[in-house]
């Protein structure tokens, strides 16, 4: 077995735009969940809106300005659209809606009708132009270590990665705030918010928003180092996203960046493992594809161990949560 | 004749006064001057009428109980008139301003704040930042305000000051740093009490706010509320503690079955036969008479009973 590429690869995985992309998707659904306790069982639906709403004009030739805004737009009329009927009921029905309305958007981009516009099941290609051409890095390959990499692959990650330090930021900056105060009063007792003469909805309805966006343009860095795959949006990753907020802990700062980065390391060593040990026969029984999937038992497998003895995730807050009812 | 001396509101040749009140005391009278009035509120549950009242005023200015047997229709009604429930029917002001069919929120920032039966303190939060959440106009809770401190950083502080001190009164200082969920039932119910107070509310709603709060505490609950009113707050409370019906309100309200079945000042509502009948049950065969011996009141007996059974059932939770 190959160690020194296995653990090159599992650290790459750190500062990878994939890793970039499911903080930032993780960020987004700790504002609805873990600060706000908005159920979004559909985060993946941002993704994608994000991933085609971006792709779909730069392939018609839009600058990336344009694109970028059209990810944001669609995103935004994509919360109202599930929060206006959810919002004013009680929490399960954000989860339903959330659920049905990700596979929905999935189909929809999937249909052969649509082939044109998204590619259907092909999904789109082609669309990284506009992004390569605002590459500041001169061409070439930079880096040490495991960490090299040619001009464009540090263009995603250091955009990806910006972002994600804004996002948390914003987070930061938001929580610590009296807006921060009333949504976190929201996640305990509405009525009790309501009482108090705060507009519940109006603030649920933002956060939705916010996590949203966060979500969409974290679909855009996701899509940015390979195609845009309808395959890519289905509810697994919706659970991956949450599992690294879990982990890293649902009301953090922190945590959805750790969360991700931990998930990303440990799914490649994992793999990396998996596949040396069935390359040099010490796992016979068993094929790399068979591989790939015991890699997501094992994931399965750590969110209850997590879930079970650390529940407020890495970063969380034991007492905050033990009180959780 | 002599009947009619010893029991005047029995009968409706007898035209009680009282200085609340304009015209005569009976259920739904007019106030002199009233801050809420309610007309034809009537809330149906399946075949249940839980609220059905035809006309309500509730003085401004003073301390006025709002009682009942479990059941009556008290707390539906707190909902209706904050706008926790739709009615089936039925328009109300506050103030002058009509408020049926205005959303909770709205209800709250136009000055009329309530407290639940179930406290509904939030568990995760600091005491303080409970507290904090109460004022109403903050800047740092527009969205975009928000991000800049300075937009907000005094109003905060002042709001600081102000919860600082309720919490002194409420003498739940000690606890400010602490989660409120690690504060017992009662000092639960100080807390929402006291949160409802950073708003500086009009009129303030409180449904049984002594249900679980310790016997040395609720003397001093009793000052608060008195203060209230000394600061010129109007006070709607339910009480199942009959010794503070009677010594803090100026004027009670007896529901049962969703109706007012009677109102007047404590010290005659009690006498009232509208009042035993809602407590005992119609058709009971108390001896009216016996009312004015010096015997055990039959509705402080019933009442002090159910408060019991109430608090017992309180505890459990
Ligand atoms: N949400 C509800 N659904 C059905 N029945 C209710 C509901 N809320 C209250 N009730 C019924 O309405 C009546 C009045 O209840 P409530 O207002 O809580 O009485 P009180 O506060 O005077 O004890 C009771 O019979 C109660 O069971
Ligand atoms: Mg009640």
């Known amino acids: 077995m190959d160690w020194g590429n296995i653990f090159g690869n599992a650290i790459g995985e750190i500062i990878s735009p994939t890793t970039a992309a499911y903080a930032l998707a993780a960020i987004g659904l700790g504002v609805h969940f873990g600060y706000t306790g908005l159920l979004n069982f559909g985060q993946a639906a941002f993704l994608l809106i994000g991933a085609y709403a971006f792709a779909i004009p730069t392939l018609a030739g839009a600058p990336i300005i344009v694109a970028v805004l059209s990810a944001i737009i669609c995103s935004v009329i994509f919360a109202f659209i599930l929060g206006i009927p959810t919002l004013r009921l009680r929490a399960d029905y954000l989860a339903i809606v959330t659920i049905a309305s990700a596979e929905v958007v999935r189909y929809v981009v999937t249909t052969t009708g649509l082939t044109d516009f998204t590619g259907a099941a092909n999904g789109l290609s082609g669309f990284k132009g506009t992004f390569a051409a605002i590459n500041p890095i001169p061409e070439g390959r930079y880096g040490f270590g495991p960490f090299m990499y040619n001009e464009y692959d540090w263009w995603v990650r250091i955009v990806g990665w910006t972002l994600v330090v804004l996002a948390s930021v914003l987070v930061f900056l938001l929580m610590r705030s009296p807006w921060g105060r009333v949504v976190k009063g929201i996640r305990e007792d509405e009525d009790a918010v309501r009482s108090l003469g705060k507009n519940v909805y109006s603030y649920k309805m933002q956060s939705l928003v916010i996590g949203g966006v966060m979500g969409s343009v974290a679909g855009i860095i996701f899509i940015l180092p390979r195609a845009v795959q309808p395959a890519n949006y289905t509810t697994g990753l919706t659970f991956f996203i949450w599992t690294i907020m879990l982990l890293g802990g649902a009301a953090t700062i922190f945590g959805p960046i750790v969360g991700a980065m931990i998930f990303w390391v440990v799914l490649s060593l994992t793999q990396g493992i998996l596949y040396g040990a069935i390359e040099s026969g010490a796992l016979g029984f068993m094929t790399t594809t068979q591989a790939g999937q015991v890699r997501f038992i094992l994931v399965g497998v750590a969110l209850m161990l997590l879930v079970i003895f650390r529940p407020q995730g890495i970063f969380g807050n034991k007492k905050e949560l033990s009180f959780s009812v | ?317």
């Open chain 2, 1 to 317: 004749m002599s009947n009619l001396d010893k029991n005047p509101v029995q009968s409706p040749a007898a035209a009680v006064t009282h200085p609340l009140v304009k015209g005569t005391v009976e259920p739904g009278c007019a106030k002199v001057d009233p801050i809420v009035i309610a007309d034809h509120v009537t809330r149906q549950f399946g075949g249940l009428k839980a609220v059905d009242v035809d006309h309500l005023e509730i003085p401004r200015g003073q301390i006025t109980a709002l009682i009942g047997p479990n059941g009556a229709g008290k707390t539906t009604m707190f909902n209706l008139l904050t706008g926790f429930d739709k009615p089936n029917t039925g328009t109300w002001e506050f103030d002058g301003k009509s408020l049926a069919g205005v959303p909770a929120f709205k209800v709250a920032r136009s000055g009329m704040v309530r407290t639940f039966q179930l406290t509904k303190s939030l568990g995760r939060l600091s005491v303080l930042q409970n507290m904090l959440l109460g004022a109403t106009g903050q800047r740092g809770e527009g969205l975009f305000s928000s991000l800049v401190k300075p937009l907000w950083r005094r109003q905060e502080e002042e709001n600081t000051v102000r919860a600082d001190e309720l919490l002194a009164r409420f003498k739940l200082d000690a606890k400010r740093e602490d989660y409120a969920a690690s504060l017992s039932g009662g000092q639960r119910k100080l807390l929402e009490m006291a949160r409802a107070l950073m708003s500086k509310p009009e009129l303030i709603m409180l449904d049984e706010p002594m249900a679980g709060v310790n016997p040395a505490l609720t003397q001093s609950l009793l000052g608060h509320i008195k203060n209230l009113k000394a600061d010129g707050t109007s006070v709607l409370f339910v009480e199942h503690d009959m010794h503070m019906v009677m010594h803090i309100s100026d004027w009670v309200i007896v529901m049962a079955e969703g109706r007012v079945v009677a109102e007047g000042p404590p010290e005659t509502v009690m006498k009232d036969p509208a009042v035993i009948d809602a407590y005992l049950g119609a058709h009971h065969d108390t001896d009216l008479g016996d009312l004015m011996d010096d015997g055990p009141n039959p509705v402080e007996v019933a009442l002090e009973a159910e408060r019991k059974a109430h608090d017992a059932h309180s505890e459990e939770k």
